[in-house]
């Protein structure tokens, strides 16, 4: 957990604000206040502005003219989910799947934090949260090092 903080860090402070200090980018939100997500959707929203908006205006509201609101979000999911395992894929040189995996089953974990029961509980949500995040990105890191 350490480890994705300070590479996040240094990608989203530092990296991102030298090229948006160079080229005179004047929008430099890269992030929203990710850490205190209730949901998955809102960590995907909030914790990469810039390409939370690629693929709202290039995937999702491609799909939705033909698709529903739900599926629509699934495809946006998928192609983020194979954009990130490609990512990694490129990084470890192992395509593995771990992480495409690990992206899908948010799903069911959104359904079930906006399900009824859940709805209305952002403490408890967050706690949820914070628990899968860290146990996920420590499930992460040890399958792509070492298997």
């Not at 480890?3 to 402070?13: G, K, S």
């Not at 995907?44 to 995937?59: A, Q």
């Not at 990084?91 to 089953?105: Q, S």
């Not at 399900?115 to 420590?138: D, H, P, Y």
């Amino acid at each position: 957990m350490i480890t994705f903080l300070l590479v996040f860090l240094v990608i989203f402070e530092y990296v991102l604000g030298a090229f948006a200090e160079i080229t005179c980018f004047a929008d430099r939100r890269f992030y929203a206040d990710w850490w205190n997500s209730c949901d998955w959707l809102e960590f995907s929203r909030e914790w990469n502005i810039p390409v939370h908006h690629f693929f709202r205006r290039h995937v999702y509201s491609a799909s939705r003219h033909t698709l529903s609101r739900p599926f629509a979000t699934v495809i946006t999911f998928l192609t983020s989910a194979l954009a990130h395992e490609l990512v990694m894929g490129c990084i470890t040189k192992k395509l593995r799947g771990y992480g495409f995996v690990a992206m899908m089953l948010q799903m069911p974990i959104v359904m079930v934090q906006r399900s009824r029961w859940m709805r209305g509980r952002t403490l408890l949500n967050n706690v949820l949260f914070w628990c899968s995040m860290i146990l996920g990105l420590s499930m992460m890191c040890a399958l792509y090092v070492l298997v």
